[in-house]
């Protein structure tokens, strides 16, 4: 079974859509929500919320072998320094446990997601959503949880499968 993984990484909340090629689906959906964990140290906290991101991905990918995966890569534009210190952390330990699968990573980046909602100007997490349930609803994508804090993260790995679509690395068979 070919399967494309894309995932928009964050700390807190990274996002997760599985698509197989084989059935023209996508198979699964959900969000890794990394608990806010409280430890004697921030430095013990981190450790704990770095190893916690491993666990779960390392997961991912021993349920989904050979996949391709394509992740959003963070730029931190406009953020606080700990928001910024937080998505260097989630894609370093990203980059270690496809490094330990041997798995290569297409990385895109937030302004190609952007881009397909419009060329120029602002968009808006709801506008990435909206399109992300328009085009790939007819493929099988759905919210995995009724929280609201995990539909825009669980979008944006949607997303990163349409740019991977227009980037000819897959192709969706989209009925609209």
């Known amino acids: 079974m070919r399967t494309t993984i894309a995932i928009d990484i964050g700390f807190r909340f990274t996002g997760i859509v599985i698509y197989c090629e084989d059935r023209e689906?996508?198979?699964?959906?959900?969000c890794i929500r990394n608990p806010p964990l409280k430890r004697k140290s921030k430095a013990?906290?981190?450790w704990d919320e770095c190893q916690y991101l491993s666990h779960e991905l390392e997961s991912l990918f021993y349920s989904f072998p050979d996949s391709e995966i394509i992740v959003e890569s963070p730029s931190g534009g406009g953020?606080?320094?700990?928001?910024?210190?937080?998505?260097?952390?989630?894609?370093?330990v990203l980059a270690s446990v496809c490094h330990a699968y041997d798995l290569d990573?297409?990385?895109v980046t937030p302004m190609q997601l952007k881009k397909l909602v419009r060329a120029k100007g602002p968009v808006s997490k709801e506008e990435i959503m909206s399109l992300v349930e328009d085009k790939l609803t007819c493929i099988g994508f759905k919210y995995p949880v009724k929280y609201a804090w995990c539909k825009d993260h669980t979008a944006d790995a949607g997303a990163v499968l349409l740019v991977a679509d227009q980037?000819?690395?897959i192709k969706l068979k989209l009925t609209k």
């Open 105 to 107: 990573v297409i990385l």
């Open 167 to 169: 980037m000819n690395l």
């Open 79 to 92: 953020k606080s320094s700990i928001a910024v210190k937080s998505m260097a952390s989630s894609v370093a």
């Open 44 to 46: 013990q906290q981190h």
């Open 25 to 30: 689906e996508i198979i699964h959906t959900a």
